[in-house]
């Protein structure tokens, strides 16, 4: 893989902010667009743009065609078993409220668990904390390890005859711990819970395989893989989806619509209430193709390589705290830290004075930052057109943050 | 953008208030609490203050957030210690306009506080710097 070759796709890297060449360590907020995608979309809004499923006329086949193309895509991609369980929402968290009040409303009952982690992003801690409110549920955090981890025993235990749900990340947007999917699928299993992945953070970086998961439930955001902002999926296994009710009603997603009684469309269009979001959908196709022609075997290993070489070098700035694995252990591409006393957001503000965009914060990780005992972190967050040299370009940064305040302190 | 316009956010005074807060703490026994927190970036500011008479005759923050929030708290503190409540929330007006590039009244004395000029032109840490007048404003007005 070259990243710096591929780096050309991508138009917005290549300009100057705050006087300097950009380095855009954010991808884990959101992804730049390859002009693969952005073409894709200016295609469709030139040549083809009409709504789905119902025209008679030749652009709604385009249109129709193309949309149900990339849910073909998207099928392939996660090596889901059919088309009618691929569901596009607006993204992750639209695609987890879905689960939530759909599967969740008619399975979790008083005195039932629900299980998430320590680490979880809020999209995947809120809409839990709702239901377990309004069910009189108990919401139960597996703890964490000291190096960010979860371990399977810790699982075991906290899962039990009264859980319906265990709902985790497959990839952690702060710790880039990378957790053990299949196996707290088994356990959940076992005691007849439904497994949901949260799988944000994975979808860009690395194959996933639904049918060798054996999840029941898969969430992902297109604006973090290469596509645009507003698309996402809800992937759930056929029997389980076939059960479920959806919870927006309106045009697109009825069979016959009756004065006080209506009927749904069959998998997956019952979910999809209202003119879907084809662009969007298009663009994920694109991007999917993008990312499929250099291959997401490739990218997860140059990424694992880039965060390595960005551990070694970022713990060689004295007054570093790193977060997460260990160097040397298994980590996504994403380096989350704090430098001395100086705040986040200071740091974030000076290496932007140096053209280089990280993200400060709670990362919507509050109870992983109440956890770690800290408010804020900063994190840098690599992607497949990121280079060692980007990394370089991060440390000499920080160096000078460093400088820069213990001059003013 | 170079360090120098980096020093007109982080100046000498700012960072000052930052090492050594002013007012940093609570009042056991204070009549107006108010805590506000910046849900974008996990700023939490704790605000406990005292009137008697119409006027601020006590006020400490406590919290977390960086240097630009903390050290504004400090300043808000400091500048409106012994104020009436009306000119606190001139202040308050007043500080507002500042942070977005407005022009101000300038029959107020700001002192210290004129050092967060240079935040305006930074609007990612606006927030941050309006944290404590927010917390301040709501105080005062609910108790009105």
Same mark, same amino acid.
């Given at each position: ?69 990339? =849910? ?17 929402? =607006? ?20 005195? &039932? ?42 699982? =075991? ?40 992945? &949260? ?211 | ?144």
């Amino acid at each position: 893989m070259n990243a710096k070759e591929i780096k050309q796709y991508f138009p917005i890297l290549d300009q100057e902010v705050n006087g300097h060449p950009l380095v855009y360590l954010d991808s884990a907020a959101t992804s730049q667009k390859p002009v693969q995608v952005i073409e894709a979309l200016n295609k469709y809004y030139r040549e083809d743009n009409s709504n789905v499923h119902r025209g008679v006329h030749t652009l709604g086949n385009r249109a129709t065609d193309a949309y149900e193309g990339a =849910r073909d895509k998207v099928r392939k991609f996660i090596h889901a078993k059919a088309r009618e369980e691929i569901v596009f929402t =607006r993204g992750t968290t639209t695609s987890i409220n879905t689960i939530a009040q759909s599967y969740g409303r008619a399975n979790v009952n008083e005195g &039932d668990e629900i299980v998430i982690t320590y680490m979880e992003h809020h999209s995947n801690v809120i809409p839990w904390q709702q239901l377990a409110k309004e069910k009189g549920a108990v919401l139960k955090y597996v703890p964490l390890q000291d190096n960010g981890t979860v371990s399977l025993e810790d699982v =075991r235990e906290m899962v039990t005859e009264k859980t319906k749900i265990v709902s985790i990340m497959m990839v952690s947007n702060v710790l880039g711990t990378i957790n053990p999917i299949k196996e707290i699928a088994e356990i959940a299993h076992e005691k007849g819970a439904v497994m949901v992945v &949260d799988g944000a953070q994975t979808a860009p970086h690395m194959k996933i395989d639904v049918q060798d998961l054996n999840c029941d439930f898969l969430a992902f955001s297109g604006h973090k893989m290469c596509g645009p902002t507003g698309i996402g999926v809800m992937y759930g296994k056929k029997e389980h989806l076939e059960k479920m009710e959806p919870i927006e009603f309106g045009g697109e997603m009825i069979d016959f619509v009756g004065l006080y009684e209506s009927t749904w469309k069959e998998l997956p269009w019952k979910f999809e209430g209202g003119t879907p979001i084809i662009a969007g959908a298009i663009g994920l196709g694109a991007a999917i193709d993008f990312l499929e022609e250099i291959g997401l075997d490739e990218i997860e290993q140059y990424e694992h390589r880039l965060a390595d070489y960005a551990m070694e070098q970022l713990s060689t700035i004295e007054g570093m705290t790193i977060y997460g694995p260990l160097a040397g252990e298994k980590r996504a591409g994403l380096v989350t830290f704090n430098l001395d006393d100086v705040h986040p957001h200071d740091v974030a503000t000076v290496l932007d004075a140096e053209g280089i965009a990280v993200r400060a914060g709670h990362h919507c990780a509050q109870p992983l930052m109440k956890w770690l005992d800290v408010s804020a972190t900063a994190r840098a967050s690599f992607y497949l057109y990121n280079t060692e040299e980007d990394i370089d370009k991060l440390v000499q940064g920080l160096v000078k943050t460093k400088e820069y305040f213990s001059d003013v302190f | 953008m170079s360090f120098n316009n980096l020093d007109q956010l982080y100046r000498q005074v700012i960072m000052d208030h930052y090492k050594n807060p002013r007012n940093k703490g609570q009042i056991e026994d204070g009549t107006l609490t108010i805590d506000m927190n910046n849900p974008t970036c996990g700023d939490r500011i704790h605000l406990t203050m005292n009137v008697e008479d119409g006027k601020v005759s006590e006020a400490k923050f406590d919290g977390e957030g960086c240097s630009i929030s903390m050290a504004s708290a400090s300043m808000m503190t400091q500048a409106i210690k012994g104020k009436d409540v009306e000119t606190a929330l001139r202040l308050s007006k007043t500080f507002s306009e500042m942070m977005q590039g407005n022009d101000y009244p300038d029959d107020l004395d700001l002192g210290d506080i004129e050092a967060l000029q240079g935040v305006a032109k930074f609007p990612a840490r606006i927030k941050c710097a309006t944290l404590s007048w927010k917390a301040m404003e709501k105080g005062l007005t609910e108790k009105e």
